[in-house]
């Protein structure tokens, strides 16, 4: 496709990765990070800074975000100074990667269509910074088809498998299951693990015989050996991430009077990994929290 201007907000693991591929494919991006720091990693790219997102939208008709909550994405588009719905042109698409309350999405992206004729697409992702570095990631887009239709080729360059899923608000609703069947799975890893090596077994092998069975899975092959190693290498998902995931996902269940017990007991799981300071370690180090607790 021929080079498009992109605004893009959010420089963090993924969102400097996903800015990356967008540099190398030719765009033209924009950018703007409350943390100055986030632009040291991308130094070598002719990025085109800017001073806020009043600015950015200024200059950009689409835009990208992939902030950590929903109350991030919410200062960004409605900030009283200079939130991107004051300060956006008519007719702007504003994707937003982040994975936030899907009742929130619905509501921000009502607002700005009424109010500004800004189109606001949820297109949380799934496949962590790695996925985000090969362009492997998986998008799951709600809003408008059209909206969607105008953008997708970029999309197609951050990930493989690139979806319109429905209305407002399905994207997120579908990733909210991603994050919840991953958890939960990891859960039910760490418990499997611990079993086995409590029978003497070396974690080295149950993780071979584990992938090389029924059992075998994306997580396994991703929490498997983080766990066979005793957690020595570096976090591939900090676990503050999935620990605001399942609570949004649980408190959002309980106003619709769901009943998810095992979501409730994979939440307090990370629960007390946070509690023992593992907020930046990978959520896989819920393992020694299940091992903690199984004598």
């Known amino acids: 496709m021929a080079p498009q201007t992109i605004g893009f907000i959010g420089l963090g693991n993924m969102g400097g990765a996903m800015v990356r591929r967008l540099c190398a494919a030719g765009h033209i991006v924009h950018t703007w990070s409350r943390n100055p720091d986030r632009y040291a990693p991308l130094a070598d790219l002719p990025l085109v800074r800017h001073d806020s997102p009043a600015d950015l939208a200024q200059s950009c008709t689409l835009i990208f975000t992939n902030v950590t909550a929903t109350a991030d994405?919410?200062?960004?588009?409605?900030?009283?100074?200079?939130?991107?719905?004051?300060?956006a042109r008519a007719g702007s698409i504003i994707a937003d990667f982040s994975t936030i309350d899907a009742d929130a999405t619905k509501a921000m992206s009502r607002k700005l269509l009424?109010?500004?004729a800004v189109h606001l697409l949820d297109c949380p992702v799934s496949g962590g910074s790695k996925g985000a570095q090969a362009g492997t990631l998986?998008?799951?887009?709600?809003?408008?088809?059209?909206a969607f239709e105008h953008?997708?080729?970029l999309l197609q360059s951050l990930g493989t498998t690139v979806e319109h899923v429905g209305p407002s608000g399905a994207g997120q609703a579908i990733k909210a299951a991603n994050q919840m069947a991953m958890c939960i799975q990891l859960a039910g890893i760490?418990?499997?693990?611990?079993?086995?090596?409590?029978?003497?077994a070396d974690p080295v092998k149950v993780l071979k015989l584990l992938q090389a069975g029924l059992a075998g899975s994306k997580v396994l092959d991703w929490a498997g050996p983080h766990i066979a190693s005793?957690?020595?290498?570096?976090p591939d998902i900090e676990a503050r991430l999935h620990h605001k995931d399942l609570h949004m996902i649980s408190e959002a269940a309980q106003l619709q009077g769901l009943n998810l017990p095992l979501l409730t007991h994979t939440a307090e799981l990370l629960d007390a990994l946070m509690s023992q300071g593992g907020a930046h370690r990978d959520t896989s180090e819920i393992f020694?929290?299940?091992q903690s607790q199984m004598s």
């Open 114 to 116: 009424e109010e500004r």
């Open 151 to 153: 953008i997708q080729p």
């Open 230 to 234: 005793g957690f020595s290498g570096k």
């Open 73 to 87: 994405v919410h200062s960004l588009l409605f900030d009283a100074r200079s939130g991107l719905a004051l300060h």
């Open 288 to 290: 020694k929290i299940v």
């Open 138 to 146: 998986s998008i799951m887009v709600g809003g408008e088809l059209s």
């Open 190 to 200: 760490a418990e499997a693990f611990a079993y086995a090596q409590k029978q003497g």
